[in-house]
């Protein structure tokens, strides 16, 4: 009996050398889009932890103006104000104090400058005292006035990869009553408590209908 017959199918090599480069070429390309895409969650990673840490900043800066308004209003309503003069806080034996100037925090390797803005704060008189948000104020403009016992604070935060504001407003909301201990001096300045000294004046006018004169 006769062996069975084999048929061997063979493909000419530069077929197979093609569908060799062809499966080369698939898996660069699919091991470029795995490795890019790896990339890209990487960094977009990095970013979102970036953006956290600079909002956990903007937010420990906001809570400690809080406490600095809240500690003695004129700390605030005293400082240089506007876009021109940036401050910054200066944690000094546990107590937040406001400094000119910005400053840097680093936090894993990456540098964060921080800076506060304060501004004055219009009220218009003509819807229920609201406050006035557009630019360039103040000083107010008719029909407005300004409130002293409300600040405008702008608190940014800003790293290599972008930056995080808070903006907010102090209201003063508790006033501090001094004893006068004394009536030793007179003194036109801020007085500090306890007050020992007294303002004076003379011939003042307070409108056409109404003079207090000293005698």
Same mark, same amino acid.
């Given at each position: ?96 104090? $406001?400094?000119?100037? #910005?400053?840097?925090? !680093? *936090? ?5 400058? %921080? +800076?506060?803005? &304060? ?26 006035? $300004?409130?002293?016992? #409300?600040?405008?604070? !702008? *608190? ?5 990869? %972008? +930056?995080?504001? &808070? ?49």
């Amino acid at each position: 009996m006769k062996p069975p017959y084999h048929i061997l199918l063979s493909r000419p090599s530069g077929q197979l050398l093609l569908e060799v480069l062809l499966v080369v070429g698939i898996a660069a390309a699919v091991s470029g889009m795995i490795g890019t895409m790896t990339y890209s969650g990487l960094q977009s990673g990095k970013t979102m932890t970036e953006a956290s840490t600079a909002r956990w900043l903007a937010n420990k800066f906001s809570d400690g103006l809080s406490a600095v308004a809240y500690s003695r209003w004129q700390n605030i309503s005293s400082v240089t104000k506007g876009s021109s003069s940036p401050l910054h806080l200066d944690e000094i034996d546990g107590v937040w104090q $406001l400094a000119m100037g #910005t400053a840097t925090t !680093t *936090i894993n390797n990456i540098e964060y400058a %921080g +800076s506060i803005i &304060v501004e004055d704060v219009c009220r218009d008189d003509a819807t229920n005292k609201q406050i006035v948000v557009q630019s360039g104020v103040p000083p107010c403009g008719a029909e407005q006035h $300004l409130d002293p016992s #409300t600040e405008k604070v !702008t *608190i940014e935060v800003a790293w290599l990869n %972008g +930056s995080q504001r &808070v903006v907010k407003y102090l209201t003063r909301w508790r006033n501090k009553v001094c004893e006068q201990t004394s009536w030793t001096a007179t003194s036109s300045a801020t007085s500090t408590c306890p007050v020992s000294t007294f303002d004076t004046t003379n011939s003042l006018e307070a409108s056409s209908s109404l003079m207090l004169i000293n005698k």
